[in-house]
């Protein structure tokens, strides 16, 4: 068995059977998320045996692409890119990177249970170690790429497919959308839910709304024809509850906003952006701004470092950025989740409610301004865990005999 074969094995043993004993003990999605991730571990085992003793056969990145595009499992799919995808020569920082993404949902959990139930608190912890541990091993034995054997067979596509494909023992249910989204999924189990969808449903038809409304014509106008009114009831105007409000056309349009995703001179330009949770911007500039426009229910990644960011209008939506010099702002906004990778001076929060923001240890020295907001809080890492810190929305101002003195007030209840 090959050294790196060996190193694997243990993690293995280690990190990943631990993952999975947390995962058994939720149960659910959890335990069968478990399972997709233990088998493609699995699977990837058996490829690293193939490379050692094999020679690295030509097509070896058309196989592994191809089978990439079939394979559904995101557990999956990240294991195998690390060793195979000729975009990614250094397959650590990728790993990392990958890491730094599941840490953004990940905190959501730690921030629900880490003091109502540890068991999940454990099983987040678990989680992002194999990864730590996984990049810990590529720097060791695959710094820039997998190692293939440099004598016996050269590996054939068959069995290039045999091992990829070994390690899916168990027959996957459908697969699942993506990434979960920021929008906790155990609202939706509330029981006012369903009545929101519904109305949901109602504004979303936009200009079709109106459709359902009967056509009156001028010569059943009472106001174009006296004679009816004094006939009395057999012709009727709407009533109010059926006559559309005078505002909801010019409302509807929004639906058919195209989303946006693109640089516009120096300004990239995010808009109308609606369940989409795997939005990166790569290839940023220093003298580049984002703006972000009425985004619900997504998650965006800026890399590299910009000049300053603005989220307008936006409803569920998440932000993860590595460097910013200027600004962030957020204005007229809900359910925003912001979490910063690396430095930001200065975060301001506008006409908002619920603005949660994750800081790193660069990050401490951040301001945060705020006004006419709502629910706003401050999640500071803390000895590998977040501690939440709420941003105070109550003032009291007092005359000192002098000037006027503002300073937090204590909410009692």
């Not at 059943?220 to 509850?241: D, E, Y």
Request: net charge neutral.
């Amino acid at each position: 068995i090959a050294p790196y074969v060996e190193a694997f094995d243990r993690l293995l043993n280690g990190s990943v059977a631990e993952f999975l004993r947390y995962s058994k003990i939720l149960e659910g999605d959890v335990k069968t998320h478990a399972e997709m991730v233990r088998a493609a571990f699995q699977a990837q085992r058996s490829f690293l045996v193939l490379a050692s003793q094999c020679q690295e056969p030509q097509e070896v990145r058309k196989v592994t692409q191809s089978f990439k595009r079939q394979w559904h499992l995101r557990a999956c799919f990240h294991v195998y890119k690390h060793g195979s995808d000729e975009k990614s020569p250094k397959p650590g920082p990728y790993v990392k990177e990958m890491n730094d993404a599941a840490t953004f949902y990940t905190n959501r959990v730690l921030k629900d249970y880490k003091n109502s139930d540890t068991r999940h608190v454990d099983w987040v912890k678990s989680y992002l170690n194999i990864w730590s541990e996984l990049q810990a091993y590529i720097k060791e034995h695959h710094t820039t790429g997998l190692s293939w054997s440099k004598t016996g067979p050269v590996a054939s596509s068959v069995s290039m497919r045999s091992v990829l494909t070994s390690g899916s023992c168990l027959s996957p249910p459908p697969p699942p959308p993506g990434p979960p989204p920021i929008l906790d999924t155990e609202t939706t189990k509330e029981e006012g839910t369903a009545a929101r969808s519904a109305l949901f449903a109602q504004l979303n038809q936009g200009e079709a709304i109106t459709k359902g409304l009967r056509h009156v014509s001028d010569d059943q106008k009472t106001h174009k024809n006296p004679s009816l009114r004094a006939q009395g009831p057999p012709v009727r105007s709407p009533t109010k509850s059926h006559t559309p409000s005078p505002t909801s056309p010019k409302n509807s349009p929004q639906q058919s906003h195209a989303p946006v995703l693109e640089l516009e001179g120096k300004k990239w330009r995010v808009e109308y952006q609606e369940d989409k949770n795997d939005l990166v911007i790569n290839n940023t500039e220093l003298k580049q701004v984002a703006y972000i426009f009425k985004c619900n229910k997504s998650t965006l990644q800026i890399k590299g470092k910009i000049n300053s960011i603005t989220i307008d209008n936006c409803k569920k939506f998440g932000l993860v950025f590595d460097n910013v010099v200027g600004i962030v702002e957020v204005i007229n906004s809900r359910d925003i989740q912001i979490q910063v990778m690396g430095k930001v001076p200065t975060i301001s929060i506008n006409k908002t409610e619920g603005c949660h923001i994750y800081l790193s240890e660069e990050s401490l020295d951040c301001e945060i301004v705020s006004a006419k907001s709502s629910e706003m809080n401050i999640l500071i890492p803390q000895d590998g865990d977040y501690k939440e810190f709420p941003v105070p929305e109550q003032f009291k101002t007092a005359w000192d005999g002098s000037k006027l003195v503002t300073e937090p007030a204590e909410i009692v209840g």
